[in-house]
Each structure stands twice: as structure tokens, then as C-alpha cells.
């Protein structure tokens, strides 16, 4: 059951209220899970985000690992978001995905895969101009 509250929170019985977001001359189109769906904007915000976080967690695993990693800053990027993208898979598969607090075991997959794929990638990307 719905409950209405103030302030444009809603309230489903058992879970606590949460707010919504109210938009001025827009419609609120509802997704398969029953959620808002998102505009352009919020899927370009959320890209950034990703890209910026990505960024936080491959110098992270380049300051991790030993020796230089001669990769460019965007691999660098792109390879800390995919860290961090199985990461977050691995930590909803085992169940630690969101906790009450700080998630520290989904955060240390996240860096751990993208130390893990920093470790893979640089050496190829270094031997890639190599010809033997």
C-alpha cells in the first residue's frame, strides 16, 4: 500500500518514505521496476560520474601496482570503470552489494578488479608497438 506524505515523499508500507524528484513540464514515465525512468540529462550525468570515478580507481591500481604502466590516462579510465562495473557485479552476486553503512567489501572488489585489470592490460598495451 502507497502512502502519500509531505513534502513529495511517498511511503510503501514496511519501507521507509522516499523523495521524488518533481519536475516542472515534464511527464514521469515509470520503468519495469516501477521507479522513475531517467532523462538524457540524468544518463549523461551518470556517465560522467562513472568516468570520473573510473578515473579515481585506475590511478588508484596504477599507484597499487609496481613499476611504471605505460598507459594512457583514458585506458586508465576506462579500465578503473570496468573495475568498478565487476566489482559492483561480483559484490550483488555474494550478496554484500549494499549493506547498512559504508559497502568497504563492494569498494575493495572494485579496486581489486581494476588493479586486476590494470595489471593485465598495461603490459599488452605497452608490446603492442613491438614487433618480434
Known amino acids: 500500500m502507497i502512502t502519500p506524505s509531505v ?3 511517498t511511503a510503501v508500507a514496511g519501507r521507509p518514505a522516499r523523495r521524488t524528484r518533481q519536475r516542472t513540464g515534464t511527464a514521469r514515465h515509470l520503468d519495469a521496476s516501477g521507479g522513475a525512468a531517467e ?3 540524468d544518463i549523461v550525468f551518470q556517465l560522467l560520474w562513472i568516468l570520473l570515478i573510473g578515473f579515481i580507481l585506475g590511478v588508484l591500481a596504477k599507484l597499487l601496482l ?6 594512457p590516462w583514458w585506458l586508465t579510465m576506462l579500465l578503473g570503470a570496468g573495475g568498478a ?3 559492483n557485479a561480483v559484490a550483488g552476486w555474494i550478496g554484500v552489494a549494499h549493506t547498512s553503512g559504508i559497502d568497504w567489501t563492494r569498494h575493495a572488489l572494485q579496486i581489486g578488479f581494476a588493479v586486476l585489470l ?3 592490460v598495461a603490459p599488452a598495451w605497452g608490446r603492442r608497438g613491438v614487433s618480434r
Not at 66 to 71: H, K, L, N
Open 85 to 87: 562495473l565487476l566489482g
Open 66 to 71: 609496481r613499476g611504471p604502466q605505460s598507459i
Open 7 to 9: 513534502g513529495g515523499a
Open 118 to 120: 590494470v595489471a593485465v
Open 39 to 41: 532523462g538524457p540529462e
